[in-house]
């Protein structure tokens, strides 16, 4: 897998993730319990990307381990993220 796939995959996340979210009430509510509880830390956010950049998958498969752990751990504080903004933008009544 080279760079190029990566990157795929990322682009592809970062644009699904909110239409699944804004689709999908039940994991929307979900997420915002679970960020509420604490269990996710915006730290993990700039080290997977740093991983996900880093990590090469063509040595062994320690390395696509290492990129799967990278990817669930930053799309899911991307996740967290986006339905707390969904729901704090919501409560707010913009117009």
Known sequence: MNSEVKIDILFAGLLLI?????????IKNKL???SQ???FSILSLPISAYLIYDISIESNVF????LCVAYIVFF???AASISLLAVSTK????V
Not at 63 to 66: A, P, T
């Open 76 to 78: 899911s504080t991307y």
């Open 32 to 34: 915002v319990i679970l």
């Open 37 to 39: 509880g604490r269990a």
């Open 18 to 26: 909110p239409v699944l979210i804004l689709a999908i009430p039940y």
């Open 63 to 66: 390395g696509l381990i290492g």
């Open 91 to 94: 409560s707010e009544d913009l």
